[in-house]
């Protein structure tokens, strides 16, 4: 049956194969310049000149980056769309199934047998590319300092494979389900994006309990004030924590509460109630003096500070193997909910 | 002895619709059975349930003393042929004996060689190129070559043309005569059937109609003619499968193993297919009036 399977697969397997010896051999054309830049950019003291390598560095990747990237995030899912929405749904729809399980195999050999030597190569594929792909962008990531990032923990080593073990199920439960090639393809494309999406933006920031960091505003980037409709409020930019997941941040008061526009109102009257110079409309702060400003600051940081919740960057490989192993737990679950269906249901 | 097929109340229904009800049938081995009945009347569902495609949704039913597809081995010693002959279109032939070879134990490989050498097939050929009579001899010796002790083909010549159907159920012929093998095969045509059973079940409107070796069938079944009339001189044992009367003559087709001896009724014999379709536009009466009376209790 694994000789079979693997028969049927072949072609499948090949043009897959063939998108990761081309992607391979993109890396090992381009690789090798942009890790040497990388090199004299990380000794560039005893040259002098790093922002131009930086830049140079920074150049060479960004334009092919976001494609190669989109390719290696894409890939779990093209998997699941291609190898396994038609694995068992192409047998049922072109009648083939009735030839195959009335030969002397019995159809849970036969389901079992296809879901795991296909699912298994799914996995690999995905893990290989997405390998490739940390080997190649890895000093564009060191120098972005932004791992935890979806964009780049998506991609990253182990991860992917998990992704490609759960779209490859998914494609296989919606084939066996729809009996159709085209809708369970369409079906699994949307059920991947959204179970990824979701699971990246609300389970993952909660995973484990975040820390906390409570920092003074002093020292506080992209600052600035905002207009609304019920006067000014302050807005400040996150903190920067080079390679860390940020949960939530917040501006609280020394002795709790918030800061009201009210507040704002009273202790920075001057910044609020700036006239525009004569003549002139348009946004108010213009012609703000630094001094005003300078002055609200003071104020604003004596009483206020910021909270920040993230996930640290040391936390990055536990947050890898949690997610594969989850997404491989949900592929198990689906796995065995296309055997159970192909054995009883469709009967 | 163990039956080729035994059924008990087997039912199979989707949805609502029961597409075969209270099958009940015991065909013993060593028959070439003819499987008749117009379309949707539950051959396919019969079929289905003795290889294991479908499992009833009523009843039992045991193929070779065995419920179908509970293991490997009961699998092996079925061959099926599918209605329409499905083969993989873009895998040659080759690749389909050795799909065989791997999946069936007791695969016979030069059988199946020599059949694609006897019927000049190229075996590097896809199997999406073979003519409709091709695919089928394909199918046939898929189904074959694993050495079955009980061979199921569903409608494998009604796509045929009358040259590859003649050369297919030719074939079927010497595989029968070659091999102890049972045969179970479907057709809407009695036409197909005649030429190779011995043996017959009827089946219409989900039911089984009747069902024995076809020279029994023929020796118990008669037509009446006579002056119109009401039914009942007819002797007790005689079962009524058919009744028309015309404004002076009243023609009666009777199952019966008694002989009938009433001087009055000219006894006519049946050939098969009027036998056939005498259980079937019974049938086909039966339903309908079902219908008539639901509709008017509505």
Known sequence: ?347 | MTSALHATDLGKRYGRKWALSNCTLDIPTGHVVGLVGPNGAGKTTLLHLAVGLLTPDSGTINVLGEVPATSAEQLGHIGFVAQNTPVYEHLSIETHLAMGAALNPSWDAQLARRRMHDLALDPSQHAGDLSGGQRAQLALTLAIAKRPSLLLLDEPVAALDPLARREFLATLMEVVADNEVSVILSSHLVADLERVCDYLVVLAAARVQANGEIEDLLASHHRLVGTRRDLDSLPTSAHVVEVSHTERQTTVVVASDDPILDPTWSVEPLTLEDLVLAYMSQAEEQRRELVRTKGGAS
Request: charged share 10%; hydrophobic share 50%.
């Open chain 1, 1 to 347: 049956m694994t000789w079979f399977t693997w028969r049927q697969f072949r072609l499948q397997a090949l043009v897959v194969l063939v998108l990761l010896v081309a992607t391979a051999v993109f890396f090992a054309v381009t690789g090798p310049h942009l890790w040497s830049e990388y090199d004299s950019l990380r000794h560039c003291s005893a040259h002098g000149d790093c922002a131009s390598l930086n830049s140079s560095v920074n150049n060479g990747y960004s334009k092919v980056f976001p494609f190669v990237q989109a390719l290696v995030i894409a890939l779990p899912g093209l998997l699941g769309m291609f190898w396994g929405a038609p694995l068992i749904a192409r047998e049922i729809e072109s009648g083939t199934y009735r030839l195959a399980w009335t030969q002397g195999v019995t159809r849970a050999r036969w389901v079992l047998t296809k879901l795991l030597v296909v699912g298994a190569a799914s996995m690999v594929a995905a893990g290989l590319m997405s390998w490739m792909f940390m080997w190649w962008a890895s000093p564009y990531n060191t120098l972005s300092a932004n791992r935890f990032s979806s964009s780049v923990f998506d991609s990253a080593y182990i991860a992917p494979i998990g992704y490609a073990a759960f779209a490859f199920a998914l494609g296989v439960a919606a084939g066996v389900v729809w009996r159709r090639t085209v809708p369970a393809m369409a079906t699994t494309l949307v059920a991947f994006v959204a179970v990824r999406l979701s699971f990246a933006h609300y389970l993952r920031p909660r995973l484990l309990p975040p820390l906390t960091k409570v920092a003074t505003l002093k020292h506080a980037q992209n600052i600035g004030f905002e207009r609304t409709p019920t006067g000014m409020s302050f807005v400040v930019g996150d903190a920067n924590q080079p390679n860390a997941l940020l949960v939530s941040s917040s501006v609280v008061g020394n002795h709790g509460g918030t800061m009201s526009s009210q507040w704002l109102n009273v202790h920075c009257h001057a910044l609020f109630h700036f006239n525009p110079p004569p003549g002139k409309s348009g946004p108010t702060s213009v012609g703000v003096r630094p001094a005003m400003f300078t002055d609200c600051m003071n104020k604003i940081s004596a009483s206020f500070h910021q909270v920040l919740t993230y996930q640290p960057a040391s936390r990055f490989w536990t947050f890898e193997w949690i997610e594969m192993s989850t997404f491989i737990v949900f592929a198990l679950l689906l796995g065995a909910f296309s055997y159970w269906w192909v054995k009883r249901r469709i009967a």
